[in-house]
C-alpha cells in the first residue's frame, strides 16, 4: 500500500513539474546564499585562527622593545640565563610572503608551527640548510606544505629565517612562556629597553574584520528568509491542489497517518535533493566571490584570507541542516491543516491563504506583537543578539503586516474608483491579493534589506571619506629606520615643507584598556581638521597646554568616560577635552600634547613623519630623499595615493555586498513570477467573466501586468520606511553594540529611487510571461467555464 | 600537537624508536666511537666532545634537611648531537636538555629544560670549568663548586666540595654496555660532600650530604635490543661505595665497581652484579620495580634497597626513574636509582 499511496503522491509533481521546479530552486537558491556566505566567513575566520595561532598572539604575552626596534639576540640568550622562559621569534616579508622563524625547542606548546608534520626531521629544519614549512597557497621549491600554517605564511627556523632576511643576530620579539621558574629576576634589570605585551583575548584580526563578516552573515540569513517564503508558498499550493488526490485515498483506506508521513518524507527528500544543490551552488558563489574578498580583507585591514576555498563541514552542514529544517518549519502548517481535513471535503482547489476571518485576525495580531516588540527593543537593546532580534522581529512583524496593510490601500482605491473597469481593476487586485502575498513580503524584504544595506555602506563610505581627510592631513609620509637616520631627514627635510609632524605612539592600558597613546605637535593640521563628536570648547588649546587628553569613541564608550572626566595616562591625570570618532579600530586611542608624550614616555622616539608641503612639491621631495637620503619606496608614501588605495579597497569591500544585493532582488523577482505562474490556472475562472462581457484577452493580458507592476510599486513605496529603520538599527544599535562606535546616517535619494526603479523592472519581467500566457489562453477554456466542463 | 613534543619525538631520528631505549642503539654514523685503553685529560675532558653523539653530566645528592628529613636532589645536562661537529650559532648541531629535581619523602618535583647550542644559551667550558642551560649552573673547581638549578615550584643552590678523586669505570674508563661490544667513556666523581639551601613550597630547608657526579660519553651505548637499563650508586655506612647496572635486553648485561674510601676500585664484569626487583609500585600509570635485592657476591653485598618515594617519576619529555633510595641487609646506606624503560 505504501508504494501505490506513494506513487499517487508522487503523481502530482509529475503532472505540475513547475511546482516541483519552483520549490528545488526556491529552497537550492536559498541555500546557496546561506552557504556561499557561511563559506566566506568560515574559511576567514579559519586563517584568522591560523594566523593568531601562528604568532601565539591570543594565548601568550611577548617581550617586545619599547621603541618598536628589533632586539639583540644576545638580549634573548641574557633573559635566558637569568631565568626567563622566553622563545625568540624573528618575522619579516620575503616576496610577499610572510616568513616567520621560530626556535621549536624552546617554543611554547600550541605554538607555531602549528603541527610541525611528521615529514619534517629536527636536523633538516636545523642544520641541513634548513627546511622551510609552507602555508599551502605559497610556492617555494623544496618546502614542506602544511595546511594549518596561516594563508601566505612560511615558517622556518630562526637561524634560518634570520638569514633569508638577512637580518643575523636580531629578533622581533619574544614568547613568554605561561609558566616561569622561581627566583627570576624583574625584566627591568636584564632588559630595561623590553616591555611585556600582554596576551590578547581573541584574535585582533578577527575583531577587525567583524564588520565584514556581520554584513555578510546578515545577507546571508536575509536570503535564506526570503527563500523559506517561496518554498511555503510551493508547498502550500501543493498540498492544497492535492486535496482531491487525500480524499480519494482516504475513501480507499489508507490511514491518516501513512498519508501524513509520506507527505512528510516525500518533503523532506525534496529538500535533501533541494539542500544538495544549494549547497553546490553556494560552493560555486564563494569560490567565485572569495578572492575579492580576500584581496579585500587583505588591503583594508592587513589580514591575509587564503583565496582558495575549502570544503569545511561547518558551512555544509549546516547549509544542509537550514535547508531540512527550513522545509520542516515551512511545511508545518500545511501539514497540520491536512490532517485535520474532514474526509469528504470538497475537492476544489481553493485560492491560497483566504485573507478572511481568523487567519487575518490571527496574523495581524502577530505583526502588531512584533512590531511592538521591535519598539520595546529599539529602546532597550544594548547588545549584538538583542539588535539582531530587534531586526528579525522588525522586518517578520512589517512582512506579515503587508497584505494587511496593501489591502487597506487597495480597498481604498476601490471606494474612490470611478469607472467600472477601474472598480473591477481594484477589486480584482485585492482578491488575487493572497495568492501573492507571499512573493511581495518576499519582495519587501529584499528590497528594505537593500535599502537599508546601502544607506549603511553610502553613509560608511561618506564618513570614511571625511575621516581620511582627517587623519590623512599631510601630505607625505615617511617612516625611519632609526633615530639617526629619522634626526638626518628632519634636518634635511625641514627647509623645504610647511611643518613638520612627528608622529610618536606607544600601548599601554588606560581605564583598564589597551590603548595606543599618540602625542601630537601643536599644528594648524590637526586643529582645523580634527572632528569631535563631542569636545570642550578650544579643546586644543587644553591639549597644548598639557592638561587634557581626547581620547576616541571606543574608549569613552567602553570604559563609560565623557568630555570632562579625568583618566590616568601611565599615572598622570588628565582631563578629558574632546571625544574622536576612530572607524574600524578595535581598541582605544588617546592623544596627548607631544612635550607632554615625551616627559611620560622619554624612551620613544618619533620615525614615522608626516609632512605638510604644496601637493606639486611632493615628487620633486620624494625623488630626492631617495638619491640624497637612501630612503626606499616603501618607506615614503603620498598622501593622495594612499587616500586613493583605501577607498579603493573600500569600494571593492562593498562589490562583494553589492553582489549579494543583486543575488536577493532576483531570489524575490523570482519568488513572484513562481507565484503568477502557479496562479495563472486559478485565475482562469475570475477571468471568465470579464473576457465574456467584453474584454479582449490582450487587455487582460496587459491590465496583469499593470497590476503586478503596481503592486511592486506600492511594496516598494513601505519598503522605503522599513528599510530606513533597519539602517538606523544597523548603524545606531547593531554597529555599537559590536564594535563600540556609531556611524551617522546619512541619506541618498537617488539610490533609493534607482532601487525601486531596478524593483519595478524586476516584477515586471516576472510577470511578463505569466501575463502573456494569460493573453494566450485558449477561448475554449474561457468558454468552458461556464459549462461547468472544466 | 604539541609542537614541543613533536620536536623531541624527532629529537633523535624517526628510526631510533626502534633501537634501544630513546635511540641510543641506532648507529653512530659518522661520530666518533670509544675505544679501549683510553687516556683522559683533565681538565680537557671535564668538557664536552662534540665528536660524539650523546653525553651527560649527572649529578645526584642525598641530603639530609636541618629538619631531619632525607632529601634527594638531581641535576642533569644532556648534549645530544645531529651531527659530529661543534658548529655555531643557530645551525650548531648540538642540542642541551637539563633535569632538575628535587625528592622528599611525600613529594617529588620534577622540571625540564631545552636549548640549542651555539648560541650561548646553554654549553660546556673545560676551563674554567662552567656547565649550563639557562640560569642553571654547575661550575668552579673539584673544592669549590656550585649546583644551582630552579623550576616553577623549587628551588635549589649547593656549594660542592670534592674529598677524593675521579674514578673510571669498565676497563679504565671504557664502559661496555653489551655482549655486541657497545660501549662508552665512563667517569664518576662519588665524592663530594655538599651544603646547601633547598626552596620548596613548604619553605626552604638548609641541607647536607653527599654528591655523585655522573661523566659519560658515547655514539651507541646500546644495543638495538636493549630496552633500558636499572642503575644504582649506593653508599654505604663505611664509606665504600658501589655502582652497578643492569642493562634490560635479549639477555641482561651487567657491570659493577666497587669504590673504596681511598678512591681506589674493583671493576666486576658481566654477570657479577645482580638486581632482583621485589616489590613494583604503580608510578605514572605503569608498574615500576621501588624495592630491589641488589647482589655482589665476589664483594660480599646482598643488600636490599627500597625507593625513598616510589612516585619519583621524572615526568620529562623521554620519561624515567629517578630518586633516592635506602639501604638495608649486608651493608647499610643511602643511594640512588635510575630505573628507564619502563612503559
Given at each position: 500500500?505504501?508504494?501505490?499511496?506513494?506513487?499517487?503522491?508522487?503523481?502530482?509533481?509529475?503532472?505540475?513539474?513547475?511546482?516541483?521546479?519552483?520549490?528545488?530552486?526556491?529552497?537550492?537558491?536559498?541555500?546557496?546564499?546561506?552557504?556561499?556566505?557561511?563559506?566566506?566567513?568560515?574559511?576567514?575566520?579559519?586563517?584568522?585562527?591560523?594566523?593568531?595561532?601562528?604568532?601565539?598572539?591570543?594565548?601568550?604575552?611577548?617581550?617586545?622593545?619599547?621603541?618598536?626596534?628589533?632586539?639583540?639576540?644576545?638580549?634573548?640568550?641574557?633573559?635566558?640565563?637569568?631565568?626567563?622562559?622566553?622563545?625568540?621569534?624573528?618575522?619579516?616579508?620575503?616576496?610577499?610572503?610572510?616568513?616567520?622563524?621560530?626556535?621549536?625547542?624552546?617554543?611554547?606548546?600550541?605554538?607555531?608551527?602549528?603541527?610541525?608534520?611528521?615529514?619534517?626531521?629536527?636536523?633538516?629544519?636545523?642544520?641541513?640548510?634548513?627546511?622551510?614549512?609552507?602555508?599551502?597557497?605559497?610556492?617555494?621549491?623544496?618546502?614542506?606544505?602544511?595546511?594549518?600554517?596561516?594563508?601566505?605564511?612560511?615558517?622556518?627556523?630562526?637561524?634560518?629565517?634570520?638569514?633569508?632576511?638577512?637580518?643575523?643576530?636580531?629578533?622581533?620579539?619574544?614568547?613568554?612562556?605561561?609558566?616561569?621558574?622561581?627566583?627570576?629576576?624583574?625584566?627591568?634589570?636584564?632588559?630595561?629597553?623590553?616591555?611585556?605585551?600582554?596576551?590578547?583575548?581573541?584574535?585582533?584580526?578577527?575583531?577587525?574584520?567583524?564588520?565584514?563578516?556581520?554584513?555578510?552573515?546578515?545577507?546571508?540569513?536575509?536570503?535564506?528568509?526570503?527563500?523559506?517564503?517561496?518554498?511555503?508558498?510551493?508547498?502550500?499550493?501543493?498540498?492544497?491542489?492535492?486535496?482531491?488526490?487525500?480524499?480519494?485515498?482516504?475513501?480507499?483506506?489508507?490511514?491518516?497517518?501513512?498519508?501524513?508521513?509520506?507527505?512528510?518524507?516525500?518533503?523532506?527528500?525534496?529538500?535533501?535533493?533541494?539542500?544538495?544543490?544549494?549547497?553546490?551552488?553556494?560552493?560555486?558563489?564563494?569560490?567565485?566571490?572569495?578572492?575579492?574578498?580576500?584581496?579585500?580583507?587583505?588591503?583594508?585591514?592587513?589580514?591575509?584570507?587564503?583565496?582558495?576555498?575549502?570544503?569545511?563541514?561547518?558551512?555544509w552542514v549546516t547549509g544542509m541542516a537550514v535547508a531540512i529544517g527550513g522545509t520542516a518549519i515551512a511545511s508545518t502548517a500545511a501539514l497540520w491543516k491536512l490532517s485535520r481535513m474532514p474526509l469528504l471535503a470538497g475537492a476544489q482547489p481553493r485560492a491560497l491563504a483566504v485573507l478572511a476571518g481568523r487567519g487575518a485576525l490571527l496574523q495581524a495580531g502577530m505583526s502588531v506583537l512584533l512590531l511592538g516588540v521591535a519598539g520595546v527593543l529599539a529602546v532597550t537593546a544594548t547588545g549584538v543578539i538583542a539588535g539582531f532580534a530587534l531586526l528579525g522581529a522588525l522586518l517578520i512583524g512589517a512582512a506579515l503586516a503587508l497584505p494587511i496593510v496593501l489591502r487597506g490601500l487597495l480597498g481604498l482605491a476601490e471606494r474612490r474608483a470611478t469607472g467600472v473597469v477601474v472598480e473591477w481593476f481594484w477589486a480584482d487586485t485585492r482578491q488575487q491579493l493572497p495568492g501573492l502575498s507571499l512573493a511581495l513580503m518576499a519582495l519587501l524584504l529584499a528590497m528594505s534589506a537593500n535599502v537599508g544595506v546601502s544607506t549603511m555602506v553610502s553613509s560608511f563610505r561618506l564618513t570614511f571619506v571625511a575621516f581620511l581627510d582627517q587623519r590623512l592631513a599631510s601630505e607625505l609620509y615617511i617612516t625611519a629606520d632609526g633615530a639617526a637616520q629619522a634626526d638626518a631627514m628632519v634636518a634635511y627635510v625641514t627647509p623645504r615643507v610647511a611643518a613638520v609632524l612627528p608622529i610618536m605612539s606607544t600601548q599601554i592600558q588606560v581605564a583598564g584598556r589597551p590603548t595606543d597613546v599618540f602625542g601630537a605637535r601643536d599644528h594648524t593640521t590637526y586643529r582645523e581638521n580634527w572632528g569631535f563628536l563631542d569636545a570642550l570648547p578650544a579643546a586644543w588649546d587644553a591639549v597644548h597646554l598639557g592638561r587634557s587628553v581626547l581620547i576616541n569613541e571606543q574608549l569613552s564608550r567602553g570604559a563609560s568616560l565623557r568630555v570632562g572626566d579625568d583618566v590616568t595616562i601611565d599615572g598622570q591625570s588628565l582631563q578629558i577635552a574632546g571625544i574622536y570618532g576612530d572607524y574600524g579600530n578595535p581598541i582605544g586611542q588617546a592623544i596627548i600634547a607631544e612635550p607632554l608624550f615625551q616627559t611620560i614616555f622619554p624612551d620613544i622616539t618619533a620615525l614615522q613623519f608626516g609632512f605638510r608641503l604644496q601637493q606639486e612639491n611632493v615628487a620633486g621631495l620624494v625623488a630626492d630623499l631617495q638619491t640624497d637620503l637612501g630612503f626606499s619606496s616603501d618607506a615614503l608614501i603620498d598622501q593622495a595615493a594612499i587616500k586613493a588605495i583605501s577607498l579603493g579597497i573600500f569600494d571593492r569591500t562593498f562589490t562583494v555586498t553589492a553582489a549579494l544585493n543583486v543575488l536577493t532582488l532576483a531570489v524575490a523577482g523570482f519568488a513572484i513570477l513562481m507565484s503568477l505562474l502557479t496562479l495563472t490556472a486559478m485565475r482562469v475562472p475570475q477571468l471568465a467573466p470579464a473576457w465574456a462581457m467584453g474584454f479582449t484577452r490582450a487587455r487582460l493580458g496587459r491590465l496583469e501586468l499593470l497590476r503586478t507592476v503596481m503592486l511592486a510599486v506600492l511594496t516598494g513605496a513601505l519598503a522605503l520606511p522599513l528599510g530606513l529603520a533597519l539602517a538606523w538599527v544597523l548603524l545606531a544599535v547593531v554597529n555599537v553594540a559590536a564594535f563600540g562606535w556609531r556611524l551617522p546616517m546619512y541619506l541618498f535619494p537617488w539610490d533609493y529611487a534607482r532601487l525601486g526603479m531596478f524593483a519595478v523592472i524586476a516584477a515586471g519581467l516576472a510577470a511578463l510571461w505569466p501575463a502573456l500566457r494569460l493573453a494566450r489562453t485558449p477561448p475554449s477554456d474561457l468558454l468552458k467555464v461556464f459549462s461547468n466542463e472544466r | 600537537m604539541n609542537a614541543k613534543l613533536v620536536a623531541l619525538l624527532i629529537w633523535l631520528p624517526l628510526a631510533s624508536w626502534a633501537q634501544g631505549f630513546a635511540g641510543l642503539g641506532i648507529a653512530p654514523d659518522g661520530f666518533s666511537v670509544p675505544a679501549p685503553n683510553p687516556t683522559f685529560n683533565f681538565p680537557a675532558d671535564d668538557g664536552a666532545h662534540p665528536d660524539y653523539r650523546i653525553e651527560w653530566w649527572y649529578i645526584t645528592a642525598i641530603l639530609t634537611g636541618d629538619d631531619g628529613r632525607d632529601y634527594g636532589v638531581q641535576w642533569t645536562l644532556f648534549r645530544t648531537a645531529l651531527a659530529p661537529v661543534a658548529g655555531a650559532g643557530w645551525s650548531a648541531p648540538q642540542l642541551w636538555m637539563g633535569h632538575a629535581a628535587v625528592t622528599t619523602p611525600t613529594e617529588h618535583f620534577v622540571t625540564e629544560r631545552l636549548a640549542r647550542g651555539g648560541v650561548g644559551q646553554a654549553g660546556v667550558v673545560a676551563d674554567p670549568f662552567q656547565a649550563w642551560i639557562d640560569e642553571w649552573v654547575f661550575a668552579g673547581s673539584d673544592d669549590n663548586a656550585v649546583l644551582r638549578a630552579a623550576g616553577p615550584d623549587f628551588a635549589y643552590d649547593l656549594q660542592l666540595r670534592a674529598t677524593g678523586p675521579r674514578v673510571f669505570h669498565g676497563d679504565g674508563g671504557y664502559s661496555v654496555k653489551s655482549a655486541g661490544g657497545q660501549a662508552s667513556y665512563y667517569y664518576s666523581q662519588p665524592f663530594y660532600q655538599v651544603t646547601g639551601m633547598l626552596r620548596l613550597p613548604d619553605g626552604d630547608v638548609a641541607v647536607t650530604g653527599d654528591a655523585w657526579l655522573d661523566r659519560e660519553w658515547s655514539s651507541q651505548p646500546l644495543a638495538a635490543d636493549q630496552t633500558g637499563w636499572d642503575w644504582f650508586s649506593l653508599s654505604f655506612d663505611d664509606g665504600s661505595k658501589l655502582m652497578g647496572f643492569v642493562l634490560r635486553g635479549a639477555d641482561n648485561y651487567t657491570q659493577a665497581t666497587l669504590i673504596q674510601p681511598d678512591g681506589s676500585t674493583t671493576a666486576f664484569a658481566n654477570g657479577a652484579f645482580a638486581a632482583s626487583e621485589l616489590v613494583r609500585s604503580d608510578v605514572a600509570g605503569r608498574a615500576v620495580p621501588t624495592t630491589w635485592q641488589v647482589t655482589l657476591p665476589q664483594a660480599g653485598i646482598d643488600v636490599t634497597v627500597s625507593a625513598l618515594n616510589t612516585q619519583s617519576w621524572m615526568e620529562t619529555s623521554v620519561p624515567y626513574w629517578e630518586g633516592p633510595v635506602t639501604i638495608t641487609g649486608s651493608h647499610s646506606g643511602r643511594g640512588y636509582l635510575e630505573m628507564t624503560g619502563y612503559e
Open positions: 500500500m505504501i508504494g501505490v499511496t506513494a506513487s499517487a503522491l508522487w503523481g502530482h509533481w509529475r503532472r505540475n513539474p513547475l511546482q516541483l521546479f519552483t520549490l528545488l530552486a526556491g529552497l537550492a537558491l536559498a541555500t546557496a546564499l546561506w552557504s556561499g556566505v557561511q563559506a566566506i566567513n568560515a574559511e576567514a575566520r579559519a586563517s584568522y585562527d591560523a594566523a593568531a595561532s601562528t604568532l601565539g598572539e591570543a594565548q601568550f604575552d611577548r617581550l617586545v622593545s619599547r621603541d618598536g626596534q628589533p632586539i639583540a639576540q644576545s638580549t634573548y640568550v641574557a633573559l635566558r640565563r637569568a631565568g626567563w622562559l622566553v622563545s625568540p621569534v624573528i618575522e619579516g616579508r620575503l616576496g610577499g610572503v610572510r616568513l616567520i622563524g621560530v626556535d621549536p625547542l624552546t617554543a611554547p606548546s600550541r605554538f607555531a608551527p602549528v603541527g610541525l608534520t611528521d615529514g619534517v626531521d629536527l636536523q633538516e629544519f636545523i642544520v641541513d640548510g634548513g627546511r622551510v614549512i609552507v602555508a599551502p597557497d605559497v610556492q617555494l621549491d623544496g618546502a614542506l606544505r602544511d595546511a594549518s600554517i596561516a594563508p601566505n605564511t612560511a615558517v622556518a627556523d630562526i637561524g634560518v629565517a634570520q638569514n633569508l632576511l638577512g637580518r643575523s643576530g636580531e629578533i622581533d620579539a619574544m614568547i613568554v612562556a605561561p609558566v616561569q621558574p622561581l627566583g627570576q629576576p624583574p625584566l627591568d634589570q636584564i632588559a630595561p629597553e623590553l616591555r611585556r605585551q600582554v596576551a590578547q583575548d581573541g584574535s585582533d584580526i578577527g575583531r577587525l574584520t567583524d564588520s565584514f563578516h556581520l554584513n555578510l552573515t546578515a545577507f546571508g540569513l536575509l536570503s535564506f528568509a526570503v527563500g523559506i517564503f517561496i518554498v511555503h508558498g510551493a508547498i502550500g499550493l501543493a498540498f492544497e491542489q492535492r486535496r482531491g488526490t487525500v480524499r480519494t485515498l482516504r475513501a480507499l483506506g489508507v490511514p491518516l497517518r501513512l498519508l501524513v508521513v509520506l507527505m512528510g518524507a516525500e518533503l523532506m527528500g525534496l529538500a535533501v535533493v533541494a539542500g544538495a544543490i544549494g549547497v553546490g551552488c553556494g560552493y560555486l558563489i564563494a569560490g567565485v566571490l572569495l578572492p575579492d574578498v580576500a584581496a579585500t580583507l587583505r588591503g583594508l585591514y592587513g589580514a591575509d584570507v587564503t583565496g582558495t576555498l575549502q570544503l569545511r563541514p561547518v558551512w | -
